[in-house]
Structure formats: structure tokens, C-alpha cells
């Protein structure tokens, strides 16, 4: 118990140290897209060490103020609809993994269902089959998470006993998966077993 007491000691300071790195006056500050992103990847951290300490709403308090990153700085383009960026997306998973174990499956889906939304849109889109094509490994790397956004919200609508709708979802998972992934990838094969 006293070792598993320091070790949450040691993670809980390297994982504040690191956060004061990504501060506005921090080591980071000359370039705001590179801070903002460590911030985001910092604060996730920090939801998985509070998730795993058994802390889920100290998990997802973190997980939010990473998510207003993203919405800080997208702020300026008014008029416009907001684009979810790789990490907003990676954040909004974590936030919905963390709604399931706490069973609030309702909060967990509306994450859920803005996640793939925004994926689909870049996935659908005649600039994602160009950049793809071009060996754009980016945009490649956000859309492989639209398969496990749909396998999560697959899982989510189960637990809701949302069958026909959790059918829906996986099988739209398995076609995004072998398109995006190939065939003998993993996910593919937990989608078709799903």
C-alpha cells in the first residue's frame, strides 16, 4: 500500500510537471498549436492516472478542459462549423470510455455521435480519397479512429439494450474498417464478431 501511495505520488508530480511545461508562460509558449496540443495529450493523461486511481470525475473534468482547448482555438472562425481536430476526437473517445464505466451511457452516446459525425464527413469526403491516395498519413490517422468511434458506440447502444441500433452501428464500423484498415486488421475481425 506504501509503495502503490508513492508511485501515485511520483505519477501525480511528473504528470503536474508536465502540465506547467504546456502553461502560456510555460517551456512550450513560443509556439501555441504545439503547446495547446501537448496541454491536450497532458490533460488526457491526467484523466487516465485519476480513471485508473478510481477517480472518474476528476477523470472527466480533465478530458472537458482538454476539449475547450480545441474550442479556444477554433474560436475565430466565426459563421463557420467547428471542425474536431485528431485530439478533440482522441479526448472525446476517452470521455465516452469513461461515461460507459461509469454507467451514464446517455452521456457517453452524445459524445459518441459527434465524433463519428465529424469523422464521416472528412471520411465521405472527395478530399479525404485524394489526401489518402497522396499518402496524407494525418488525415489517414484521424479517419482509423471512425471504426472504433462506431465499435464504441456500438457497445454504447448495447448497454442501452438499443439492439437494432448497435447492429447499425457495427456493421457501419466493419465497412469503414475494411476500406480504411484492410481486411486482416484486428478491428475488423472484433467488428465482425460484434
Not at 510555460?26 to 495529450?41: D, E, I, M, P, Y
Amino acid at each position: 500500500e506504501d509503495n502503490n501511495m508513492m508511485n501515485e505520488n511520483i505519477t501525480n508530480n511528473m504528470l503536474s510537471r508536465a502540465l506547467n511545461l504546456t502553461s502560456k508562460n510555460g517551456f512550450l509558449s513560443s509556439s501555441q498549436k504545439v503547446r495547446l496540443r501537448f496541454r491536450s495529450t497532458t490533460l488526457n493523461n491526467i484523466a487516465c492516472f485519476h480513471s485508473a486511481c478510481g477517480r472518474p470525475r476528476l477523470a472527466i473534468r480533465s478530458l472537458w478542459e482538454a476539449r475547450l482547448l480545441s474550442w479556444d482555438e477554433q474560436q475565430g472562425a466565426e459563421g463557420q462549423s467547428r471542425v474536431l481536430d485528431d485530439a478533440e476526437i482522441r479526448t472525446m473517445l476517452n470521455m465516452s470510455s469513461i461515461y460507459n464505466r461509469m454507467g451514464e451511457y446517455q452521456k457517453s452516446l452524445k459524445v459518441l455521435i459527434k465524433a463519428c459525425s465529424s469523422l464521416r464527413k472528412i471520411a465521405d469526403s472527395d478530399i479525404f480519397e485524394t489526401n489518402h491516395s497522396n499518402g496524407n498519413r494525418i488525415q489517414a490517422n484521424q479517419l482509423e479512429l471512425l471504426p472504433i468511434a462506431l465499435y464504441s458506440k456500438g457497445c454504447t447502444h448495447e448497454h442501452l439494450k438499443q439492439w437494432h441500433k448497435a447492429t447499425k452501428s457495427f456493421a457501419e464500423g466493419l465497412d469503414y474498417a475494411t476500406r480504411l484498415l484492410g481486411t486482416d486488421h484486428s478491428l475488423v475481425r472484433q467488428l465482425e464478431v460484434a
